[in-house]
């Protein structure tokens, strides 16, 4: 399942951050995984609420209200993260966000679609609970699963096995 969530933003984000002259190269894959972590983290904390109903209203507009806190909080990290300008990091995420939740619920995504028309939002809610994702990576939690993304995605930058602000530090030195 995150593998598919990734493979799909990775493509959702071609356009948008790799093909993007105002996102330096060194930062395409921490913007992508940034992107990730925005999503998860929220339906996340929805889904421990309670509130999956949310989630799903926010699969069906990108002018929800948790579809736009997703591509404020989303913005506000790439540009304290990795310097990303205001306008651009809002640009971005108004164009990368709805794509990935319209293709999350089967939506016309076009090239980031996945095969056989969406996901499954249960799915997605378990692997955030630590389903399918906990034992796929070793983790039940979400900070352990963006730990690991991020090690996989090179942003383990001082080894320690995790991504975390010592690791932002060091991209920057």
């Not at 995984?33 to 904390?45: H, P, R, V, Y």
């Amino acid at each position: 399942m995150l593998e598919q969530l990734t493979q799909l933003i990775q493509q959702s984000g071609l356009q948008s951050v790799i093909n993007n002259p105002q996102v330096p190269n060194q930062y395409n894959d921490g913007v992508i995984a940034e992107a990730q972590n925005s999503i998860l983290s929220k339906f996340g904390q929805l889904n421990a609420n309670g509130e999956t109903q949310q989630v799903n209203e926010a699969l069906q507009s990108a002018d929800h209200p948790v579809t736009q806190n997703i591509q404020q909080n989303f913005a506000g990290n790439i540009m304290e993260k990795f310097g990303i300008n205001s306008a651009t990091a809002a640009s971005i995420a108004a164009t990368l966000i709805p794509a990935v939740l319209s293709a999350l619920r089967g939506g016309q995504a076009g090239a980031g679609q996945a095969a056989g028309g969406g996901f499954n939002i249960q799915d997605i809610l378990s692997s955030i609970a630590g389903g399918n994702l906990g034992g796929a990576l070793g983790g039940g939690n979400l900070q352990n699963t963006i730990s690991n993304i991020g090690g996989k995605l090179g942003l383990d930058k001082d080894g320690d096995g995790d991504v975390d602000l010592n690791d932002l530090k060091k991209m920057f030195r």
